[in-house]
Structures are given as structure tokens and as C-alpha cells.
């Protein structure tokens, strides 16, 4: 079994739109993440969720929400696509809650293009 | 805040070369440390970590150790392989949040 997994792998819209990313982990972890991979590769936290709390927003437009309906799994919808969304999406999990030294694992990522 | 600098690639050997890859951090307190591997059309993949000062992370023959007076965690293998040729990311982690470096690309010539 995939430890975290994601779905879709690729996902390809228009400008415009919205866009659900889902994610799941069976390692049964406290905490999930989302991280963006732009072009250049830089990969940059947008949030994080311990026991569908939300603790992490980095400074993401609110076009993106996360939702988390129980601990193994935690969505990122985003509304009214735009070109600079187009980026690779990682979902990581880790088992700590806020201990600082729990290693996060991520899934394969999900490629969104916005055309 | 945070953050991590990491040597700028591509960096491009020969099978069997040395490899180092440097990385330093900025960072209030005492994060931990990590190296996670990118394969072509892959995710991350935890390579290997150090959660205190002088302690040696290792996996699949690469090292890293961890300097607190140089503020310093590179990598290093023996003799590259190929199947190595991958992007690789040096992070720190602290308040749970991963801070990651830019990336460096590394490619291994037959």
C-alpha cells in the first residue's frame, strides 16, 4: 500500500476554474502538509494540518483552501484558477504534532497546468 | 527567518567520482536536518537526517553530518552510481515547518 498518495497525478484546466487535489495517508500520522514545487523546482510550504487543526497558512492566496474531513486525509481546493498556479503539488505527512524533529513523508506530487 | 543555501547546479560526474554537495542553513534554535532525493518524474524521497549537532545521517552510501559551528549538513558519496542522477534537496526542519533549499541537480555519466 502507498503510504501517502494523491490523486490526480496530472491535472490540466482552463483559467477560471476550480480544482479539487486530494490527499491520503494510511501511516496514520497527526499531521498532513501541502508544499508547491514551481518551475525552477523550489518547493515552498502553503500549509499544514495537525488533527484537522489548521497550524501552518504561509502566505497563499485565498483562492486556496485546504479541508481536512478526518486525520488521513487533507484536500486542497482552488478557485479561479490562474497561469502562476500551474506547479507541482506535494502532500507530505508526519507523525509529530509539534515536536519539531518528526520527518515529514511526501506523496508523488500532482502536476497542475492552467492553460 | 529560516533558510537554506545549497551549492547551485547541475553538477555532472563520472560513475565512481567523489560527490559532495553543499549545503548551509540560518536558523533560530536547533532544527533538525534533512537530505530528500527528487528522481526524474518522481517525488521526494527522505534520503537521510540528523536531529542534533555532530550526529551522521547515512543511507545507500551517502553521508551527511551535522555542524553546528559551521552551520553546515553536505553531502557526500564515495563513488556515484547512475542510477544517483537525481535532483537533491537539503532542508531544515523547525516549528514543524521544512524550509528546503533550491535544489541541485546531479547527473551521472556512464
Known amino acids: 500500500d502507498t503510504a501517502v498518495s494523491q490523486t490526480p497525478k496530472y491535472l490540466v484546466t482552463q483559467m477560471g476554474n476550480d480544482k479539487s487535489i486530494k490527499c491520503e495517508q494510511n501511516l496514520g500520522h497527526d499531521t498532513m502538509y501541502w508544499y508547491k514545487q514551481d518551475s525552477k523546482k523550489f518547493l515552498k510550504i502553503m500549509f499544514s494540518?495537525?488533527?484537522?487543526?489548521?497550524?501552518i497558512n504561509e502566505t497563499v492566496p485565498n483562492r486556496f483552501s485546504p479541508k481536512s474531513p478526518d486525520k488521513a486525509h487533507l484536500n486542497l481546493h482552488i478557485n479561479s484558477l490562474e497561469l502562476g498556479d500551474s506547479a507541482v503539488y506535494f502532500c507530505?505527512?508526519?507523525?509529530?504534532?509539534?515536536?519539531?524533529?518528526?520527518?515529514?513523508?511526501f506523496g508523488p506530487g500532482t502536476r497542475l497546468t492552467v492553460l | 527567518g529560516d533558510s537554506v543555501t545549497q551549492m547551485e547546479g547541475p553538477v555532472t560526474l563520472s560513475e565512481e567520482a567523489f560527490l559532495t554537495i553543499n549545503c548551509t542553513y540560518t536558523a533560530t534554535g536547533y532544527p533538525s536536518l534533512f537530505w530528500y532525493v527528487q528522481y526524474p518524474g518522481e517525488g521526494l524521497q527522505l534520503l537521510l537526517k540528523?536531529?542534533?549537532?555532530?550526529d551522521k545521517g547515512s543511507n545507500k552510501g551517502f553521508e551527511a553530518t551535522y555542524r553546528k559551528e559551521t552551520t553546515s549538513f553536505h553531502l557526500e558519496k564515495g563513488s556515484v552510481q547512475v542510477s544517483d542522477s537525481a535532483v537533491y534537496f537539503c532542508?531544515?526542519?523547525?516549528?514543524?515547518?521544512?524550509?528546503f533549499g533550491t535544489g541541485t541537480r546531479l547527473t551521472i555519466i556512464p
Open positions: 532542508a531544515l526542519l523547525a516549528n514543524e515547518k521544512l524550509t
Open positions: 540528523a536531529t542534533k549537532a555532530d
Open positions: 507530505a505527512t508526519s507523525s509529530g504534532g509539534r515536536r519539531g524533529t518528526d520527518t515529514q513523508y
Open positions: 494540518y495537525n488533527n484537522k487543526e489548521l497550524i
